[in-house]
């Protein structure tokens, strides 16, 4: 298994084409890395969206990607649960990771796969039924039908999304008539419903206002000590605020991947310090 | 640096060209597009004109048809008297013929308006009397007109309407002339109480025995196929069956005889009527479905006259052709076979599209497919009706006659055309746009629906099952409406495919299997092209046209009414979804 360690004795890998070659200093998990990446590509068609991606996600951390616009972040994001599959003439290369087992290949079983990770969106995207079958909606796919579980799955996951106080007594509403925020909220719920080792999250405040961000902030340092967190952001105040590693991606590529702190404070890379000091992006 | 100067440069130029062009202050019609408004405007309104016309004349004429109207006596210059219902009056050009053998002030008057005169359509009845129903009356042979009370309307089971008088009714051998209407109604409550019990006998009892004594006769018919004729269990088949049908035949000659006494009876209770002319005739009073003397009608009468005529017409056998009588048969035909080509096409529509859509691999093969779908919107009806015969009826339908009924050949039972095959035949015929429509609605449903859905490990066919087709559902459901309401006013396919004139017995009934697919059944569309242009006369069968065209509208109407209600209520489950 490759450690963060290995990857640094390796480093700087040449990209070979002309581009700086990553550089890495993230901090390290004592639960060891939950999902490695290595030298990863990806094409939409002709067009290459990832240059030779390599990083190691540590386990029980968050790691935030942040990049300019187009740069990749929520290519990579997606590859993680292979929901870039849906996609016609998309091709990956590479070796991708989750606990050690493959992610890309023949006989990879991505429902089982996507069962293991949780997935928030840029836009709330709750389902139109009512609010404890949002929640419990994992559950329905596992073919649980057990009253009793289903409500105690679907409190435990609302309390973890500190949802629960707000929504207990129109459980059965439209989770269509929920407030923006309520909704993201309830998504993430959803995603954490099945138990998932990892949570991916794609820019989950973009479309919400700065309370409700804050409430989101806060749910997540409550789910960083049970779930590996993957967060998409543009917003650099708030990787600062939440995250333990930060990836900066630019063009389809990964400049610097590291400590959090180290990165918006003293960033290694030039790169780097004119994208978080706001020269461009 | 060099570089930078001469961006600068061009940017100078640029700027200067800018501001060269000389600019169009404010703006002018065609710019802000008010003639196209127009125009689309206008023809909006064309479109909706003719629309409305075209309801308003419908309606007009279907709901006026059933009023009672005056019933008017017209005394001719050459003496000849008639009664009728003036229908409708029109300008005409006389013939020179027509026109020689008037006074000489008619023809001048005639002359001086271009040769143009009026006449009127008079219903005048009494088609076993004057060969004809109605009859056009010039203006200038008209001497006089008057409206008598005593003048009757009478609806007859036979020989249509009757105008003229009732002279006399004969009831419990007693004659009682120029009967009170009252002593009318009594007798004729008399003479209906006979008829529906004789009809309870004939139609019901003498029915069933006779059903049964075919079933013994198709009992041995079975045998026979199963052992070979002349096998043992055959004749003994054979034998039960003799038995049997000696007792059933029994049965049927005493309900005969009963069912002939009870007409006897029935007939025994006569009337005498004389049309305007004075010429007489006498038949049973049971004869009269409704009278009312025409001209001496109070607004209350007339409204139950007219409400009794709509029930009538919505709830009878038709009768005399089709002109006369209700066309609930057809109603109820019609209403059968688009529910059951709803139930079939919904289905194949549905999982159609559903491959289409979501499994099939997007390539040549699935545009051309596409391709052929949409066009087989635009082959005409009559073959598909044809196609219907020929594969469903008689491929389809004759299999299964040899598989599972040989004892009724060589009388088909699905080998020919029905309600299933109409019904099948209209769901090929509307498949397309069930296609087109729920390939439309599960395009439309949102990517973030999908992907949250995978993202909770949902696999393709739970995330189709309950996430895309719930959001899907009203807009395949607006396909099945728009198919719906093509089939229930499809004609051309069905009358090659099992709609008939008349039919015998209703597709569902109180026999068993009760839903009876195999059965032809009648459709208001083909009564309309019946009534209107198959019938002994047209002029009798116009009201009819407009009424029945008006029940079909209605009856569409309400059907897209209750599945557009459908449609509503799952929108509005999903109301509030902000993607
Ligand atoms: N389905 C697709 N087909 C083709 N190209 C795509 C597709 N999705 C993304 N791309 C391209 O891949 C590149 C990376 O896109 P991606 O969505 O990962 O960017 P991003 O970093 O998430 O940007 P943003 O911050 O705006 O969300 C972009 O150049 C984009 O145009
Ligand atoms: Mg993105």
Redesign the interface.
């Known amino acids: 298994m490759a450690t963060a360690t290995a990857l640094k004795d390796d480093a700087p890998i040449a990209t070979g084409d002309g581009y700086d070659p990553t550089v890495y200093h993230p901090v390290e998990s004592p639960g060891g890395v939950e999902i490695s990446i290595r030298n990863f590509n990806l094409w939409y068609g002709q067009s290459q969206a990832l240059h030779n991606v390599s990083m190691e996600v540590q386990k029980g951390m968050v790691t935030s990607l942040i990049g300019p616009s187009g740069c990749g972040k929520s290519t990579l994001l997606r590859s993680l649960n292979r929901m870039n599959d849906l996609i016609d003439h998309l091709r990956v290369q590479g070796d991708v990771r989750l606990s050690g087992e493959p992610l890309f290949g023949p006989q990879v079983d991505v429902i089982a796969l996507r069962k293991r990770m949780g997935m928030v969106f840029q836009k709330p995207n709750p389902f139109p039924m009512s609010i404890a079958e949002n929640v419990t909606y994992p559950l329905k796919v596992d073919g649980v039908t057990n009253k009793k579980l289903l409500a105690e799955a679907c409190e435990s996951a609302l309390k973890g999304a500190a949802l629960w106080e707000e929504v207990k007594n129109r459980l059965n509403d439209s989770a269509l008539g929920l407030s923006g925020g309520q909704q993201q909220r309830l998504c993430i719920a959803r995603a954490i419903a099945g138990n998932p080792e990892v949570l991916l999250m794609d820019e989950p405040c973009s479309a919400l206002d700065p309370i409700a961000t804050m409430r989101i902030e806060q749910l997540i340092e409550e789910l960083k000590s049970t779930y590996t967190i993957v967060i998409v952001t543009h917003n650099m105040q708030q990787a600062a605020r939440v995250s333990d590693n930060t990836a900066f991606m630019y063009l389809g590529r990964l400049i610097e991947y590291g400590a959090t702190k180290e990165v918006f404070t003293n960033p290694h890379s030039k790169r780097t310090e004119e994208y978080v000091t706001g020269r461009f992006g | 640096m060099v570089d930078m100067v001469s961006g600068e440069m061009n940017m100078n130029s640029k700027v200067s060209g800018v501001s060269a062009i000389n600019r169009h202050k404010g703006s002018d019609l065609a710019a802000r597009g008010e003639p196209m408004v127009w125009a689309m405007g206008g023809s909006l309104a064309f479109g909706l004109m003719m629309i409305l016309g075209f309801l308003a004349l419908i309606f007009w004429n279907g709901l006026t048809a059933f009023w009672p109207k005056p019933i008017e006596v017209v005394t001719m210059t050459d003496g000849r008297v008639i009664a009728g219902e003036p229908v409708r009056t029109e300008s005409y050009k006389p013939t020179s013929a027509d026109l020689a053998s008037i006074p000489a002030e008619a023809r001048a008057k005639i002359e001086a308006n271009a040769g143009m005169s009026e006449r009127t359509l008079y219903r005048i009845g009494n088609f076993d009397f004057y060969s004809n129903d109605f009859e056009w009356l010039p203006f200038f042979t008209v001497k006089s007109s008057a409206h008598p009370k005593d003048l009757m309307l009478v609806e007859r089971s036979e020989w249509g309407v009757f105008i003229g008088k009732v002279e006399s009714i004969l009831v419990d051998g007693k004659t009682v002339s120029n009967p009170s209407l009252a002593q009318l109604d009594a007798a004729d409550e008399q003479a209906r109480d006979l008829r529906r019990q004789r009809q309870t006998i004939e139609r019901d009892k003498v029915g069933a025995v006779n059903s049964a004594i075919n079933a013994e006769r198709l009992k041995v018919r079975k045998a026979e196929l199963a052992y070979g004729e002349g096998s043992p269990e055959a004749k003994a088949a054979a034998d039960a069956a003799a038995v049997e049908t000696t007792r059933l035949t029994g049965d049927f000659d005493r309900l005969s005889a009963e069912a002939l006494a009870m007409r006897a009876k029935e007939e025994a209770i006569r009337v005498k009527v004389a049309e305007i002319g004075g010429q007489e005739k006498d038949f049973p009073l049971a004869n009269f479905v409704r009278y009312y003397a025409a001209n001496d009608v109070s607004l209350f009468q007339k409204i139950g006259i007219y409400l009794s005529r709509w029930w009538e017409f919505l709830s009878t056998e038709p009768r005399e052709a089709n002109t006369e009588g209700g066309v609930w048969p057809a109603i109820f035909g019609t209403l059968v076979m688009t529910v059951v080509m709803s139930v079939l096409v919904a289905p194949f529509g549905v999982v159609g599209a559903l491959y289409l859509r979501e499994y099939a691999k997007?390539g040549t093969l699935v545009s051309l497919v596409r391709i052929c779908v949409n066009n087989l919107a635009g082959v005409p009806s009559i073959v598909y009706g044809v196609f219907g015969l020929g594969f469903f009826a008689y491929v389809l339908g004759g299999s299964i006659d040899r598989t599972f009924f040989p004892e009724y050949l060589p009388n088909p039972t699905f080998g020919t055309g029905g309600l299933l095959w109409a019904s099948l035949t209209l769901a090929l015929l509307t498949v397309p746009v069930v296609i087109v429509s729920t390939e439309e609605a599960l395009a439309a449903v949102?990517?973030?629906?999908?992907?949250?859905?995978?993202?909770?490990?949902?696999?393709k066919w739970?995330t189709i099952k309950?996430?895309v087709l719930?959001?899907a559902m009203p807009g395949i459901m607006t396909g099945l409406i728009l198919a719906m309401a093509r089939g229930a006013g499809e004609v051309a396919p069905l009358m090659i495919v099992g709609v008939v004139k008349l039919a015998p017995q209703l597709p569902v009934d109180g026999v068993f299997p009760f839903i009876h697919l195999e059965r032809s059944f009648m459709h208001l569309g083909f009564h309309i092209y019946d009534v209107g242009f198959q019938s002994r006369n047209s002029e009798a069968g116009r009201s009819m046209v407009f009424v029945t065209a008006l029940v079909l509208l209605v009856l569409v109407l309400a059907l897209n009414t209750v599945s557009i209600n459908v449609r509503n209520r799952l929108k509005r489950?999903?109301?509030?979804?902000?993607?």
């Open positions: 997007q949102p990517r973030s629906m999908r992907e949250g859905s995978l993202a909770c490990g949902a696999s739970q309950w996430i719930p959001r489950k999903f109301a509030g979804d902000k993607f």
